[in-house]
């Protein structure tokens, strides 16, 4: 089965960086549809952006502009640099993977795999 690792989360001021990593192994990451959901306090969890087969990339609206997903094949690593970070970003951050690129990119039921989520606190 594929597992998933997620580091760099964290605590950071307003206006500040982050850069979570998602490992990925048991499976070539070039072959699996990713990406990044969090979950706040009282809120639904919701996905943030994707990375299909193929490199194509998704953003939810509120992120755009602000948070950049890539890819490491070689290192089976997919990325989420955040940037100009808010404190409405806090929340527990997982990765998610799956097979193929059928079906949405933001819906937590697309998705076989999760990692154990990285916690990153905006003040």
């Known amino acids: 089965h594929v597992q998933l690792v997620e580091s760099g989360g964290g605590s950071v001021q307003a206006g500040g960086s982050l850069r979570l990593a998602c490992a990925a192994s048991g499976y070539p990451s070039s072959r699996l549809f990713m990406a990044w959901f969090r979950q706040a306090p009282g809120k639904e969890r919701e996905g943030v952006a994707a990375?299909?087969?193929?490199?194509?990339?998704y953003y939810a609206d509120s992120v755009k502009g602000r948070f950049t997903i890539s890819r490491d094949n070689v290192k089976n690593t997919v990325y989420l640099q955040m940037n100009s970070l808010k404190p409405e970003d806090t929340a527990m951050y997982h990765c998610?993977?799956?097979?193929?690129?059928?079906?949405?990119?933001?819906?937590?039921?697309?998705?076989?795999?999760w990692g154990q989520g990285t916690q990153v606190t905006v003040s």
């Open positions: 998610a993977a799956r097979f193929g690129n059928a079906g949405g990119w933001s819906d937590e039921t697309d998705f076989r795999y």
């Open positions: 990375s299909a087969i193929g490199s194509i990339r």
